[in-house]
């Protein structure tokens, strides 16, 4: 019997609030009284937190996760006449930040099983004009570091993990964002931890690095109106700061909830006889993945789609098209069938509504809802 359930939203931020709403609202209190609304003790006390939290020598706040990859790039000298390798599927920030520099975004396919870069891929691409690789950490699982890592110190490129999905996944026990050259995280509202706005991080283990990317967020000045060379407008603001510590100390709680209903959905999955038709997700052995998304894929998504939006259950596409298809890069001369893994990927996936506070009920009405579209054809 299906449950009765009047809709089940892709994500329930009021749902996660609700609990921490006094604590968050003293806090937003507390900065307006101060007038202190840029850097300052919130935004030092954040970056300490998350350093300990990600096990890395330096956690830099900024404006938001572009801006992270964005300062990171620029933190490296990347620029006109440079690669970076990377993706052709994820979020648009990663190839688009690559451009905005002056640099070459090389792509390169995916793991059908993981949807990460595909680190053979990697291998075949890097050229003399390699500066950079960029693995992307998609959906909450890292992309697989160690032939990575290898090819990076063999051709002497730096390694710069997009980690926005990813925070407090790991890689054969190692935290991501602390793996390469540099890590960069989102704090956008969706993310696992996520600000009330636009908020983002870069992390290092190197002393020099660290501090050049505190310079890079504020126009790379030191002392003030003094400076050696050209940054960003980056900074933090300490409202975003003091929410994030807030939310910061429930963030293994939240995980484990979004783990224990991606367990559940693969219990739920196998009861309905749906095993063999829909392809779940897959946490490769030596990995911690955090769910940032559920990922499905089905041969008709696109009828599936609305078919659960007409029962009211939220879903989303991530992403409806690869990299080497968008128009601004046309540049790049790539074309339809380049990429074959991330346009299938791109063709037949879909998030289902993942986040910790979703009930068993809601799951399983997401669950005969699919049931009942899959039968029917």
């Given at each position: 019997?299906?449950?009765?359930?009047?809709?089940?939203p892709?994500?329930?931020?009021?749902?996660?609030?609700?609990?921490?709403?006094?604590?968050?609202?003293?806090?937003?209190?507390?900065i307006?009284?101060?007038?202190?609304?840029?850097?300052?003790p919130?935004?030092?006390?954040?970056?300490?937190?998350?350093?300990?939290?990600?096990?890395?020598?330096?956690?830099?706040g900024?404006?938001?996760?572009?801006?992270?990859?964005?300062?990171a790039?620029?933190?490296?000298?990347?620029?006109?006449?440079?690669?970076?390798?990377?993706?052709?599927?994820?979020?648009?920030a990663?190839?688009?930040?690559?451009?905005?520099?002056?640099?070459r975004?090389?792509l390169?396919?995916?793991?059908?099983?993981?949807?990460?870069?595909?680190?053979?891929?990697?291998?075949?691409?890097?050229?003399?004009?390699t500066?950079?690789i960029?693995?992307?950490?998609?959906y909450?699982?890292?992309?697989?570091?160690?032939?990575?890592l290898?090819v990076?110190?063999?051709?002497?490129?730096?390694v710069?993990?997009?980690?926005?999905?990813?925070?407090?996944?790991?890689?054969?026990?190692?935290?991501?964002?602390?793996?390469g050259?540099?890590?960069?995280f989102?704090?956008?509202?969706?993310?696992?931890?996520?600000?009330?706005?636009?908020?983002g991080?870069?992390?290092t283990?190197?002393?020099?690095?660290?501090?050049?990317?505190?310079?890079?967020?504020?126009?790379?000045?030191?002392?003030?109106?003094?400076?050696?060379?050209?940054?960003?407008?980056f900074?933090?603001?300490?409202?975003?700061?003091a929410?994030?510590?807030?939310?910061?100390?429930?963030?293994?709680?939240?995980?484990?909830a979004r783990?224990?209903?991606?367990?559940?959905?693969?219990?739920?999955?196998?009861?309905?006889?749906?095993?063999?038709?829909?392809?779940?997700?897959?946490e490769?052995a030596?990995?911690?993945?955090?769910?940032?998304?559920?990922?499905?894929?089905?041969?008709?998504?696109?009828?599936?789609?609305?078919?659960?939006?007409?029962?009211?259950?939220?879903?989303?596409?991530?992403?409806?098209?690869p990299?080497h298809?968008?128009e601004?890069?046309?540049?790049?001369?790539?074309?339809d069938?380049?990429?074959?893994?991330?346009?299938r990927?791109a063709?037949?996936?879909?998030?289902?509504?993942?986040?910790?506070?979703?009930?068993?009920?809601?799951?399983e009405?997401?669950?005969a809802s699919?049931?009942e579209?899959?039968?029917?054809?």
């Open positions: 019997m299906t449950p009765i359930v009047a809709s089940v892709l994500l329930d931020l009021k749902a996660q609030y609700a609990p921490i709403r006094d604590e968050i609202l003293a806090a937003i209190t507390r307006c009284d101060s007038q202190h609304f840029i850097g300052g919130e935004v030092d006390g954040l970056e300490r937190d998350l350093a300990a939290m990600l096990d890395v020598q330096a956690a830099v900024v404006s938001s996760g572009t801006d992270a990859l964005l300062a790039l620029m933190a490296l000298n990347i620029g006109p006449g440079d690669e970076v390798v990377t993706t052709t599927y994820s979020f648009f990663t190839a688009g930040t690559i451009w905005r520099v002056g640099a975004p090389v390169v396919d995916i793991d059908p099983v993981t949807f990460n870069i595909d680190p053979d891929a990697v291998v075949c691409a890097i050229t003399p004009r500066r950079a960029m693995p992307v950490h998609l909450g699982q890292s992309a697989d570091m160690d032939p990575i290898d990076a110190r063999t051709r002497g490129v730096a710069i993990e997009d980690a926005a999905q990813a925070i407090g996944a790991l890689y054969k026990g190692r935290r991501v964002g602390g793996i050259t540099i890590g960069c989102s704090f956008f509202p969706s993310k696992n931890l996520g600000a009330f706005g636009d908020a991080l870069v992390t283990n190197d002393e020099a690095l660290g501090h050049r990317l505190h310079l890079m967020r504020n126009h790379g000045a030191e002392p003030k109106y003094f400076h050696t060379f050209v940054g960003g407008n900074r933090l603001d300490a409202l975003q700061a929410v994030l510590r807030i939310k910061a100390k429930h963030l293994a709680a939240w995980t484990e783990r224990r209903n991606a367990a559940r959905y693969v219990r739920m999955f196998g009861e309905a006889g749906l095993g063999e038709r829909v392809t779940l997700p897959v490769v030596g990995r911690y993945h955090i769910y940032n998304q559920f990922i499905v894929r089905v041969p008709e998504r696109d009828r599936l789609l609305a078919h659960l939006q007409s029962r009211r259950v939220g879903v989303e596409i991530y992403y409806p098209v990299f298809l968008q601004c890069f046309a540049a790049l001369g790539h074309r069938g380049d990429f074959p893994r991330a346009e990927a063709r037949e996936t879909l998030a289902l509504p993942i986040y910790g506070e979703l009930t068993e009920a809601q799951q009405y997401v669950v699919i049931a579209f899959l039968n029917g054809h």
